[in-house]
């Protein structure tokens, strides 16, 4: 599976942008979205902007995020995460 994270753009040279993320900084091409600009959010894959947010859209995929990092940290904290435990296998995923 294949995620694409939204990032704030803090600076730009050319066709390449430095993004940040809750710390994260990275540097990232602005080759599909040459109308970004520095503030904007873009959703970021495979080290390309593929697509500028509206600031509310990225606030809530940010959130949704933090929603499945909560929900992960959940699970390693239960009993399955006791050392030497197998986790059940889940055919879905």
């Given at each position: 599976m294949c995620l694409a994270i939204p990032m704030r753009i803090t600076a730009t040279?050319?066709?390449?942008?430095t993004i940040e993320a809750d710390?994260?900084?990275q540097t990232t091409s602005l080759m599909l979205v040459?109308?970004?600009r520095v503030g904007d959010?873009?959703?970021v894959h495979a080290g390309f902007a593929i697509a500028?947010?509206?600031s509310d859209d990225a606030?809530?995929?940010l959130a949704l995020f933090e929603e499945i990092v909560a929900m992960a940290t959940d699970d390693e904290t239960g009993p399955s995460?006791?050392?030497g435990a197998e986790r059940p296998h889940d055919p879905s995923i």
């Open positions: 040279d050319g066709a390449a942008a710390g994260l900084v040459p109308q970004a959010f873009v959703l500028v947010l509206e606030a809530e995929r995460a006791e050392p």
